[in-house]
């Protein structure tokens, strides 16, 4: 039996998260990244309204035409760019809704109208968040808003 050697190669991002080495962060660079992200979040509230038009020109596009391939990407693009927002903002409700949407229309092989009727009040309870400006995770009544969400989602046929 041949002789075993475990190698253990040094773990170059455990130095930087422990603050030890030659690749510690610059705390000025982090202060100012954390300070532009905050000053995002208080801009007025303007993030994601794109992706709402866009979602909704995509949705059109899809009910006229059928499962569009060009129109599913938009859209799977337009809720990837939602999730990944709204955790930036931090409306960790709205992601998670983009996120259930996204899974949602990536599982289908075909989108009937539906589905589409189900990404429309998908669409529809991610808007009403956005406008209410309902940062976080909306607590008791966002975590049953989500459930209800999801129970919708997962009812139909894949």
């Not at 991002?13 to 705390?27: F, M």
């Not at 459930?147 to 919708?152: E, G, S, Y």
């Amino acid at each position: 039996m041949a002789d075993i050697q475990f190698i253990k190669p040094p773990n170059a991002l455990r130095k930087v998260k422990v603050g030890q080495g030659e690749a510690l962060l610059d705390p000025f660079l982090i202060r100012r990244a954390e300070t532009a992200v905050a000053a995002l979040r208080d801009d007025d509230g303007n993030w994601g309204t794109d992706e709402f038009d866009q979602m909704d020109e995509a949705l059109a596009r899809l009910e006229k035409s059928g499962n569009d391939l060009a129109g599913l990407r938009a859209l799977h693009r337009n809720l990837m760019d939602l999730r990944a927002q709204a955790a930036s903002y931090g409306y960790a409700l709205l992601g998670d809704i983009a996120g259930k949407a996204m899974e949602f229309s990536h599982l289908r092989k075909s989108l009937d109208e539906n589905d589409l009727a189900i990404l429309r009040v998908f669409l529809s309870a991610m808007r009403a968040i956005h406008k209410e400006r309902r940062a976080g995770d909306g607590g008791p009544l966002g975590r049953d808003l989500f459930d209800c969400l999801a129970a919708l989602a997962d009812s139909g046929p894949e």
